[in-house]
Nanobody, 125 residues
Framework: QVQLVESGGGSVQAGGSLRLSCAAS????????MAWFRQAPGKEREGVAA????????YYADSVKGRFTISQDNAENTVHLQMNNLKPEDTAMYFC??????????????????WGQGTQVTVSS
């Protein structure tokens, strides 16, 4: 089992920045990929960014490219999501996820076995 704990959410004005963190514990040797997903009220969960923990390759949703950066701190078993130039449409509950599968060209929620409890991000205009 892997446990994930997110932190760093909050409320900011449009154009501001937030940094989310996800600390992993437990059987982390089984994890090859970590990702951030988000879900706004009334909308489906969508992938935001993912990272291959063995090599550092990353994916980003088109809507966040150039604004968000996913990174990892292997010593701390932590993944970060730096979010800059935030927009009101970024408002959502953000979830950290961990899994064994890393695909070459995309990432999807069904490949992730472990999920955090979520952290709220609210961006006002």
């Amino acid at each position: 089992q892997v446990q994930l704990v997110e932190s760093g959410g909050g409320s900011v004005q449009a154009g501001g920045s937030l940094r989310l963190s996800c600390a992993a514990s437990g059987y982390t040797n089984s994890v090859n990929s970590m990702a951030w997903f988000r879900q706004a009220p009334g909308k489906e969960r969508e992938g935001v960014a993912a990272i291959y923990t063995r090599g550092g390759s990353t994916y980003y949703a088109d809507s966040v490219k150039g604004r968000f950066t996913i990174s990892q701190d292997n010593a701390e078993n932590t993944v970060h999501l730096q979010m800059n130039n935030l927009k009101p449409e970024d408002t959502a509950m953000y979830f950290c996820a961990a899994g064994r599968i890393w695909r070459i060209s995309y990432f999807a929620s069904y490949d992730y076995d472990y999920w955090g409890q979520g952290t709220q991000v609210t961006v006002s205009s």
